[in-house]
């Protein structure tokens, strides 16, 4: 499934609906990022290793999502 099946707007010519639709998937991604980081800990995960699996070092995921 594209992108753009779930949201025809991301093909749209109006930048205003494109936009919009762009900020969704960022929603979306940010909402589904938070549930996995918080898998992966109850999973006994460590920060280092949710780190390289978003791709991004282990002390930014650690501020994003440590309590």
Known sequence: ????KV?????S?????????VGV???LAEQVEAIHVELARK?????????DAL???RQSVHA????
């Open 1 to 4: 499934m594209t992108p753009s």
């Open 7 to 11: 949201f025809p707007e991301l093909l």
């Open 13 to 21: 010519d109006d930048p205003a609906a494109g936009l919009r639709s």
């Open 25 to 27: 998937l960022h929603r």
């Open 43 to 51: 999973h006994g995960w460590s920060w280092e290793q949710i780190g």
């Open 55 to 57: 791709g991004v070092s």
């Open 64 to 67: 994003k999502y440590g309590k």
